[in-house]
């Protein structure tokens, strides 16, 4: 289930920062031996302006908007998936995490459904679009930086 590309619906996901245990998705970015990087795809908060609101990566200094937003019934997985809502992926450095694969598994396996995976194109356009942001951290601008000499050849 951890593994790259996978769009997972967690029912009971923990923020682990004083937030209320609400479900998630999640896009795992990168499936490590010990480590994957996962993304929260939040589907009710919306904070871009209308004129800004399309498909991808969208990123705006002036306004300080860095987003990659998945607009509603546009199939962005293998099998068809979409999302029923827009939904967006807020890039800053709580957004992209580390997790260890076996805590991971033992906190939500019981909640955790595959949804789909991503296609090629979604994914690269999202590894991109995080890549390009300035609130990433280096270790982790390295690994996307892996994953997109892997998958641009």
Do not use: W
Not at 48 to 58: A, I, M, R, S, T
Not at 91 to 115: P, Q, R
Request: glycine share 2%.
């Amino acid at each position: 289930m951890l593994k790259r590309k996978n769009l997972l619906y967690i029912t009971d996901y923990d923020f682990q920062n004083d937030q209320k245990i609400k479900p998630r998705y999640v896009i795992v970015i990168d499936d490590g031996e010990l480590n994957s990087i996962l993304f929260t795809v939040v589907t009710s908060k919306d904070y871009v302006p209308e004129n800004l609101l399309q498909h991808g990566c969208v990123k705006d200094e002036i306004k300080n908007i860095h987003c990659h937003i998945f607009l509603k019934d546009i199939s962005i997985c293998e099998n068809g998936f979409s999302f029923p809502l827009n939904s967006f992926i807020y890039i800053n450095s709580s957004s992209t995490f580390i997790a260890e694969k076996n805590i991971f598994i033992e906190k939500y396996n019981e909640t955790t459904e595959l949804k789909d995976v991503l296609s090629d194109k979604e994914f690269e356009n999202l590894i991109y679009c995080v890549y390009k942001s300035k609130f990433i951290p280096r270790g982790i601008k390295r690994i996307l930086a892996t994953i997109l000499e892997e998958i641009c050849l």
